[in-house]
């Protein structure tokens, strides 16, 4: 059981160091398509925020332990983990390489969910806890977008909906801050997946009785993801930073901001949502207040139908892992 409990944890910091450059490294693509940021200072900052992200808050984690799979019916048998993290970093892999901005939370709670299902039938998942997390993960979406919009209109009543080189410049700086802010809400959510499932591994093994989150736990997951982000995402970031609207520093300001306030408030609800999907759902936001044509709906449409087969695609590789 010990050399088990060894392979899920390899497994899962493998999950969060992919985690990093896939999803996390997305919090600084405004920053660097405003040119607020240079690639090397903007990794630096989104490396060392989501680290301290990580290691702020634990509510998250105990959700994902807790919220997806029954721990009484699938006591000692953690392949079920192993399956799911396998399961998950594959399709990961797969939507990096075609520069997809599919989200990593999702690719997690269906392969969980799919390990679970095939281990012990519907007695093996906690539907309370699943729908909790399916209602934030949709929910989150248009609230982005609302919120993207409102900021970014509060931003146009602010400076007149005047453009200028002195205003570029003076929102670069508040982006950098925006930049910061966004960063360290993604740590606060990201990392604490990978504790989450860690947490549950030593439930279900039986070397921890209840779920609380070690300290070692925390450091090394918030290592594995600020180490994925320092390898940055470059694929997906370009995805989002430039692909479904124009942004200036203002617009960039305003998108940041959005979706950390969107990240922070899940995060304090201890509710998992996709840091991708907030993010890219805030900018269309921001874009909408120039109007539809100002969105590039060819590239929206791409994120939502990943938004839409990430879930039945995971669950399904998440099945066929554990039977393999």
Same mark, same amino acid.
């Given at each position: ?26 919090a ?21 925020m ?38 998950a ?17 999702h690719?997690?709670?269906? %392969?969980? &969910?799919g390990a #679970? /299902? ?8 906690? *539907?309370?806890?699943? @729908? $909790? ?49 966004q ?9 604490q ?58 617009a960039?300001?305003? %998108?940041? &901001?959005?979706? #950390? /306030? ?8 201890? *509710?998992?949502?996709? @840091? $991708? ?6 900018i ?6 120039r109007?539809?044509k ?7 449409a ?23």
């Amino acid at each position: 059981m010990c050399e088990v409990l060894v392979l899920v944890i390899c497994l899962a910091l493998a999950f969060d160091f992919i985690n990093g450059f896939h999803d996390t490294a997305n919090a600084v693509a405004t920053s660097l398509a405003t040119g607020a940021l240079t690639p090397r200072s903007a990794i630096l900052l989104a490396t060392t925020m989501n680290f301290l992200g990580a290691m702020t808050f634990t509510g998250v984690a105990l959700t994902i332990a807790e919220g997806i799979v029954d721990t009484a019916t699938l006591f000692n048998n953690p392949k079920t983990i192993s399956a799911a993290l396998l399961a998950a970093i594959v399709w990961n892999l797969l939507t990096w390489f075609g520069g997809l901005p599919s989200s990593s939370s999702h690719a997690l709670v269906g %392969a969980l &969910t799919g390990a #679970a /299902l095939a281990a012990a039938g519907l007695r093996g998942v906690n *539907l309370a806890g699943l @729908t $909790t997390i399916f209602q934030a993960m949709a929910l989150s979406l248009p609230l982005a977008v609302t919120t993207g919009f409102v900021v970014m209109t509060v931003v146009f009543c602010l400076t007149g909906g005047r453009a200028s080189p002195r205003l570029n410049r003076r929102f670069r700086h508040w982006q950098r801050l925006a930049a910061a802010l966004q960063a360290f809400s993604h740590g606060t959510n990201d990392a604490q997946k990978t504790m989450g499932v860690i947490t549950l591994a030593l439930v279900l093994t039986g070397y921890q009785e209840s779920f609380m989150v070690p300290l070692w736990v925390k450091v090394l997951s918030a290592l594995a993801l600020a180490l994925g982000t320092s390898c940055g995402g470059w694929r997906i970031i370009r995805t989002v930073g430039r692909g479904i609207t124009h942004l200036d520093p203002p617009a960039g300001f305003a %998108a940041d &901001t959005g979706s #950390a /306030l969107v990240i922070l408030t899940a995060t304090l609800l201890g *509710l998992p949502v996709s @840091t $991708t999907h907030v993010i890219s759902s805030s900018i269309t936001g921001v874009g909408l207040t120039r109007g539809a044509k100002a969105v590039s709906w060819s590239t929206v449409a791409r994120i939502l139908l990943a938004w839409v087969f990430t879930l039945p695609a995971t669950t399904a590789l998440g099945a066929l892992f554990y039977f393999l």
